[in-house]
């Protein structure tokens, strides 16, 4: 059964989420977190940030996945995506690096680094709260349409529209990475809960086709209509076509 939460905006999106979060780690403070990158969980990572200077929310037990990475790009790299979660988040809490895991975009055997980490997944129970942002085409981590619903953490291509998407980070478009290594479909399924955030008119179509469209991977995040306690999270802009 999915749960659609519709805000008012952007910041009260964030809040929402931040507080399924905190409430997460309150009950259960050695929880499993799955976490995204990109602009829409920014402000739910600030808002928590906040949480846990003001009334000290306490990630010393917590243990974070996060879902995706490009491919050979070094951590210290400002684009790579373990540059964004310490820099906008994990550098402000009081999470252990020990508990930090993001796949390797630098293993050299990518197949190998995915079955790694699934295993390290399994090993700590599974990921209890799994938050997620969507691409336009409704693509979840780098999940892109007509991916294999039974994949695990693997080797993806990215689509063009992504490309062109995440080319707004980058100075020019041919400096975006091709391929990443991302949890797949099925490991994000696994999650005990998953919260998907999703905010303004570019996303509607994909938000759309997430909540109302038939369970099909050309739109990967419908798959989440079959997850057994799954949140989706949005803005007015974002559920404009619901
Ligand atoms: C990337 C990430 C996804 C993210 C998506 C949307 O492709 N791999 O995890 O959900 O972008 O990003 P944004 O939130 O910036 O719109």
Do not use: W
């Amino acid at each position: 059964m999915m749960r659609v939460i519709v805000t008012n905006s952007y910041d009260e999106m964030s809040t929402e989420a931040a507080k399924i979060v905190a409430g997460q780690i309150y009950l259960k403070p050695d929880s499993v977190l799955g976490l995204a990158t990109g602009s829409t969980p920014l402000s739910m990572y600030k808002k928590l940030i906040a949480v846990h200077e003001m009334i000290g929310l306490d990630f010393s037990q917590v243990t974070t996945f996060n879902l995706d990475e490009y491919i050979g790009m070094a951590p210290d790299n400002p684009q790579s995506y373990h540059y964004f979660m310490h820099h906008n988040f994990f550098d402000f809490i009081n999470i252990k690096p020990e508990n930090i895991y993001i796949p390797d975009g630098m293993a050299k055997d990518i197949v190998a680094e995915g079955k790694r980490y699934d295993a390290l997944i399994e090993a700590k129970g599974g990921i209890d709260l799994q938050i997620l942002g969507i691409g336009q085409n409704a693509h979840i981590g780098f999940n892109e349409p007509d991916i294999k619903f039974e994949a695990t953490t693997h080797k993806v291509r990215l689509d063009e529209e992504t490309i062109q998407a995440n080319s707004r980070f980058f100075q020019t478009e041919e400096e975006v990475p091709r391929y990443a290594i991302s949890m797949g479909i099925k490991t994000i399924m696994l999650a005990k809960k998953v919260v998907l955030l999703a905010n303004g008119r570019n996303k509607a179509e994909a938000i759309y086709n997430t909540v109302c469209g038939s369970i099909s991977p050309s739109a990967p995040a419908s798959i989440l209509q079959l997850h057994r306690d799954a949140t989706v999270i949005v803005d007015k802009e974002a559920a404009s076509l619901l």
